[in-house]
């Protein structure tokens, strides 16, 4: 089957993508064997498809992707949403549940104040609106690990509304060309997390532990603005950094503490949209948009060649680098809404409607969560650039590594060296040599002092460039020396006898009468030579710079 | 037994239910198809049964269908009995937990200290694969 020119931009991008491989992968073939159907545990590497930008060629139409998320993260807090037991990752399995967890009768829930906080301060930070009053609702399911048969939600009137989410793509081959984009943030609701269900296909059964089974969850449905893998990534990780600064959870996508479903559809360019299927079991930061560029390219494929795309629930199959269907038997799940019949409406306040002597555990006030917000990333970023003079993609860089900015603003307050010079160590040096040995920011041998010392040697001229490097190199290896220390052992410093030099680069030119004519001639790399000559005299002492420029001075004169 | 059960579940949710749409309420004729009583079925796990069931399920609708004689044109529906109550907030204390031994107890079947229930999800025979009794 000939290979159709799929073509799809992505809307400022101005990429076209050529056809994956084989239209043998796609069309009618896609493989819908059974996948792991655990909510976590990818393994190897998905295939990389290969993706080239072309011109689009007369007559061929163009096709649009519509991307919306909806997004579960887990809110960090002591206990759960309606529950008492501890909210924790790893403990013995059972040990975290309450009766009201294992659905025993006669529970009733009672909301966690710390969860209500949590959703109020992730709406501010989104610019939503804040619902003064939202209700609970029941969603019914049968399911192993949601023993009560339904999930407490708020689907008719969630906490927040109508907000929006800045991020930013890089457009081009390189970091330093980024563009912002906005994406709408339809809502925000609490509900209640499901137990975990462990598959254990050789005995036909599934162990199921209910420690996770009611952890208070903030949904973020994001609207679909977005057109590309790309763009999802990028509002997930600003969303990640956002409820990481907040506080409101640790957004962990490896530990299952933030998962994204995607729903996707294709069309012509101002046709009306298309048929959308939603992409679950998005748990990998990695794979996020690759999966969703795979399910635009697939139904790209299927509508070219003619086919059909079913509105169903695809999962992302990360062995094999595609989304394959999920077993729907039911068709069209019928949710069977209705309102939590346990739970009076949730009323929030602020500071012009606090009810007069009420017990201040009891009301929570908007106004007084707004003031207590903490730095959003994209201040912090907007700061770092006016402070610092650094471009915006190093702020982004500096942000986007655990510790990492906590440890350039250490570096900063005790250096002299200039901002500029510290930024380009941390991000180049320093955090080159941690992404060589996969170490995290505080794993790292090197401290802040160590690095701010460092930086004043060379600030004051004491060391070169290169010395540095070895120096640092050094430190990284082994502990317990100071760089003063080093570079003393190593007899690192620069000759700060300008005289001895001077004598030196002239005896040179004189004992390479050849070189200097080479010079002379106009051949620009035989002075290198030279350079070399000195350094090596000077056991490398000398800066390679001040040596270039005394030996011009002099072949000058 | 399960037929009872559902009839006087209808009777309470019956004036809880405007808020969302069903089929059932909207439908005119008081004929319940076999398609809605399979749904039924499946949703909610309950047996209709017998013929007799599903008459007694048509009763509840017309019975509760003499609500539509109300003028409610302009009146907020309520959502619950407790919409004048206060939501009370709990401190983010852990206080409960730590009873695996007692809740294991309550399962049929426990590896370790994991319940065990069917592998996938609850399965449900098709339409035309389940004993098959008349409906009209």
Known sequence: MATPMLRWCCPGRRWIFAGIGGGSRHGRGVPTGSTSSGKKGQSSVAQQPLITAQKPRKGEREWAAVVGLEIHAQIASNSKLFSGSQVDFAAPPNSLVSFFDASLPGTLPVLNRRCVEAAVMTGLALDCHINRKSLFDRKHYFYADLPAGYQITQQRLPIAVNGSLAYSVCVGKRWSQMVTRTVGVKQIQLEQDSGKSLHDNLRSQTLIDLNRAGVGLLEVVLEPDMSCGEEAAAAVRELQLILQALGTSQANMAEGQLRVDANISVHHPGEPLGVRTEVKNLNSARFLAKAIDYEIQRQISELENGGKILNETRSFDYKLGCTVPMRDKEGKQDYRFMPEPNLPPLLLYDSGSLPTGADPQQVIDIDQLRERLPELPRVTREKLVRQYGMLPEHSFALLNEVGLLEFFQNVIKETRAEPKKVTSWVLNTFLGFLKQQNLAVSESPVTPSALAELLDLLDRKAISSSAAKQVFEELWRSKGKTPAQMVAEKKLELMQDAEALEQLCRSMLEAHPQVVTDVKKGNPRAINKLIGLVRRATLGRADPTVIKEVLERQLSS | ?136
């Not at chain 2, 302009?74 to 009873?99: A, F, I, K, T």
Request: glycine residues 6%; aromatic residues 8%.
């Open chain 2, 1 to 136: 037994m399960w037929a009872r059960a559902v009839w006087l579940g209808l009777r309470a949710s019956a004036g809880g239910r405007r808020g969302f749409p069903s089929k059932a309420a909207h439908q005119g004729s008081r004929r319940v198809t076999a398609e809605l009583i399979e749904h039924l079925e499946r949703l909610a796990l309950v047996d209709f049964g017998s013929q007799e069931a599903v008459a007694r399920l048509e009763k509840a609708i017309a019975f509760a269908d003499r609500l539509r004689a109300v003028d409610t044109d302009g009146v907020e529906p309520m959502e619950s009995v407790l919409e004048d109550r206060c939501l009370y907030l709990r401190s983010d204390n852990v206080v409960e937990g730590n009873c695996a031994e007692e809740l294991l107890q309550n399962s049929h079947r426990v590896v370790e200290e994991y319940f065990v229930a069917p592998p996938g999800n609850i399965s449900w025979p098709k339409l035309d694969e389940k004993e098959p009794f008349s409906h009209r």
